[in-house]
């Protein structure tokens, strides 16, 4: 028997509409809407996260029985269970849309663990809700494998993120047009059951404004300081200051963190912002093979180009602007939101430089540093040099004797790397001159940029590899790479999820580009 402590403050601190009602519609005044999730026909478990279970007191033996995989695709609703539709709107691709809300993922309520620890559940793909618009409410196989493996690598890489309990086939087909190109087919279809402290979103703070509901503006901001933000003091005069400070301070860390790894969201609308600074709604992310400022995975992006990997911190920056647009509605004064946005910049830069530092080797950060670092990343990019490769060869450089040889595995094209081996060379020997400014050994240096440079991150064509096994019902790729995932900064990870980027892989859609469709 599954038994978890429910307590849904979401829904019972709200407004929503308690109805039941799935037509698709407008909700006004409504922070939510209650909806059953769409029975499937046969829900078969494909993977569980070990480490979310415990989070929530579940064991594995749990996982594997047929009342899980009743409860987690949505066919039974466990004792205390509430299912819902959250409504927000948002900025898309810098364009009010407004209201788009849970168009296919389904809350379930809030847990409470043995450690009094609160995570709401959500199902993504567990069919129609109020706000599925056009659309079916459904999810295939291949974006909820991306996704529970990649919110779990995320973890695991000690970057913010919401969880994915587990990965469940639903036994049904979807129709998707997967390259956008009028030949759409069936797919199996898949849902995924995420966990957060909290699913709350730029957008839904932002949809109230569109609607002139100012009130209910200033209840939900109350709810989300009280419930999502112990750290603040609700009573304050100042509360909605020092929130949205906070709030630009976690989402400054979180750029650089996605930097840190060469992480590409994909989507960095306001509805896909998470109040608590969490990466959410893994849709057509990619991670950086060759190292590119300006490369994005997203199809939809490509001509636009605003969230490639450098756009990101602005692009972020420029979401929490439309946020304080939100607040300044209820707020005693705009000066406190502006205050906000200026402590995402000071601590955007300062991070940045801590985070540069660390993975450079550096103990600590030289204004002229930046100098050296723009350097050598302008000459990775036109030399098309793996970033993760670099980064964990260049912990191998040794101070007095750098040699070029080391990093020579990072190249792609070997007639690029002949081409730039004089600017490289005279990087190290800059690089080297830059070391001997500090102390300490070269071993400790490769450890401390070991534990910052990741060995193993969920490469494009790697998480296309488990896809691909997992529609010939073969798990082994995706067991390999959870296992891998648990540990990126370990040296001994099975060298074929650590090795470059393939050439088949260059122009494979899923591999280098993504569309939206999933
Ligand atoms: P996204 O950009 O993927 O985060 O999605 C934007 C909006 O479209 C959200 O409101 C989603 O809930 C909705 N959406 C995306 N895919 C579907 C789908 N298959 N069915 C219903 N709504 C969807
Ligand atoms: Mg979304």
Redesign the pocket.
Known sequence: MLQLNFNNRFVSELPGDASGIQKCRQTPGMCWSAVSPTQVEAPRLLASSAEVLALLDLTEEDSQSAAFAAAFSGNVLLPGMFSYASCYGGHQFGNWAGQ??????IALGEVINSKGERWELQLKGAGMTP???N?????VLRSSLREFLCSEAMHHLGIPTTRALSLIASGEMVMRDMLYDGNPALEPGAIVCRVSPSFIRFGNFEILVARGEHQLLQQLIAFTIRRDFPEIDSEAEDALKNWFKLVCERTAHLMVEWLRVGFVHG?M?T??MSILGLTI?Y?PYGWIDNFDPGWTPNTTDKDWRRYTLSQQPVMARWNLARLADALATVAPARAGLDEGLAHFDKIYQASLSGMLAAKFGLTEWHDEDAELVETVFELMQRAEVDMTEFFRKLADIKQHAPDLNILHSAFYQENLYQNHRALFNSWLVRYATRLSMQVGSDETRRMRMNLINPRFVLRNYLAQLAIDALMQNDFSVLDKLMQAARHPYDDNIPPELTAKRPDWALNKPGCSMLS?S?
């Open positions: 788009l809300g849970d168009g296919r993922a706000y599925s618009r659309a079916d409410g459904r999810a989507v609308n509805d896909n709604d849709g939206c999933s």
